[in-house]
Nanobody
Framework: QLVESGGGLVQAGGSLRLSCVAS????????VGWFRQAPGKEREFVAA????????DYKESVKGRSTISRENVKDTAYLEIKRLKPEDTAVYFC???????????????????WGQGTQVIVSS
């Protein structure tokens, strides 16, 4: 089970840190990704991190202002986004997939487990 939190209403230029708490399985065996879905749009990749946290990948439009991280001892992954823009408004989902390598998974079809999402609204 994955549970996201940390969303909310924020002004443009602000920042948020989203959390994703996992339960039920050894978190360190799973790669984690963050995705988002804006109203009327398809779900899109935002960031991903390998099971050990040694590899990361980002959507181009958030690169340089976002950081994905994880604390395996707390079974938690994070996504921090700074300098938020109205176009960052979306429901943000975390996802997890068991991996045997240090792969970073950037497609939603690559993930089996999903959270319910947390809403982020950025006002201009």
């Amino acid at each position: 089970q994955l549970v996201e939190s940390g969303g909310g209403l924020v002004q443009a230029g602000g920042s948020l840190r989203l959390s994703c708490v996992a339960s039920g399985r050894p978190f360190s065996d799973y790669g984690v990704g963050w995705f988002r879905q804006a109203p009327g749009k398809e779900r899109e990749f935002v960031a991903a991190i390998s099971r050990a946290g040694t590899k990361r990948d980002y959507k181009e439009s958030v690169k340089g202002r976002s950081t994905i991280s994880r604390e395996n001892v707390k079974d938690t992954a994070y996504l921090e986004i700074k300098r938020l823009k109205p176009e960052d408004t979306a429901v943000y989902f975390c996802a997890a997939q068991h991996t045997v390598t240090g792969a970073v998974i950037t497609t939603d079809s690559g993930y089996t487990y999903w959270g319910q999402g947390t809403q982020v609204i950025v006002s201009s």
